[in-house]
């Protein structure tokens, strides 16, 4: 009897120890492909980005109005740039008539205000007519930024033109030309159009349906990879490179 328990006693710690051994490397591997998980979707992050979407647009208030953290602001800002839309595209108004029909209404709110002021004011002195003045420091720092974005835009096209990638200068001009058909379908007006509610509308969608954006684009890019593999290995790579080199002037 005593050897049957103490042998009894024997597998039941064996039995023990073998539980224990694979609860444990269940419960490691459990860890591990959450781990793995976490840093696939780290990696499978949209271009590679660390930072959340509100952070890549400013932080600002500009990136709460994309986002819509205030609804009323950002419905109301969608809905001024649409009434505008609507008053030149569909209403047929031009620029030159809403700004003149503008200086019309400040000009007759002014006049009535003056002399309104002096019939109810007989025997005071007339109050002022607060009066609109644009500072200098505003058009400056457009014209200084648009300046600087334009010079930066020539100085990528000339780079890609002389820089003798016949890969990069391929897909500059593709994308050159499809933007200059989209142009030929409407005009710059509804093309800002549509920018500016892309811009009020995607950033919000993707900050929602992140990861399956995010899986769905990778799908997409890795198949035109694939494809661009095709082409590059059948014709592209066949096509010598040019060596050019622009001449410093000192």
Aim: proline fraction near 2%.
């Amino acid at each position: 009897m005593p050897e049957k328990s103490t042998a009894e006693n024997l597998l039941d710690n064996i039995v023990e120890t073998l539980a224990d051994s694979v609860s444990k490397k269940k419960s490691v591997s459990f860890f591990g492909e959450e781990k793995s998980n976490q840093v696939t979707n780290q990696l499978n992050r949209l271009f590679g980005r660390q930072k959340p979407i509100h952070n890549l647009l400013g932080g600002g208030k500009s990136a709460d109005v994309l986002l819509w953290r205030n609804k009323k602001i950002s419905a109301s800002v969608l809905t001024g740039a649409t009434a505008i839309w609507v008053l030149f595209e569909w209403l047929n108004y031009h620029f030159l008539t809403l700004i003149f029909f503008a200086l019309v209404l400040v000009m007759l709110a002014q006049f009535i205000w003056t002399n309104a002021s002096g019939l109810f004011n007989s025997g005071r002195s007339q109050s002022k007519v607060p009066r609109l003045v644009l500072p200098k420091e505003i058009f400056v720092e457009i014209a200084s930024q648009i300046g600087v974005e334009v010079n930066q835009a020539l100085g990528f096209l000339q780079d890609v033109a002389c820089g003798g990638n016949i890969k990069q200068f391929l897909l500059v001009v593709v994308s050159l030309w499809a933007a200059a058909v989209v142009g030929s379908w409407c005009n710059f007006l509804t093309v800002f159009y549509l920018g500016f509610v892309a811009a009020h509308t995607l950033p919000v969608l993707y900050e929602r349906y992140e990861d399956e954006v995010d899986s769905f684009v990778y799908t997409v890019l890795e198949q035109i990879q694939h494809n661009y593999q095709k082409l590059d290995a059948g014709l592209l790579s066949k096509i010598p490179k040019g060596k050019l080199k622009g001449k410093k002037f000192e």
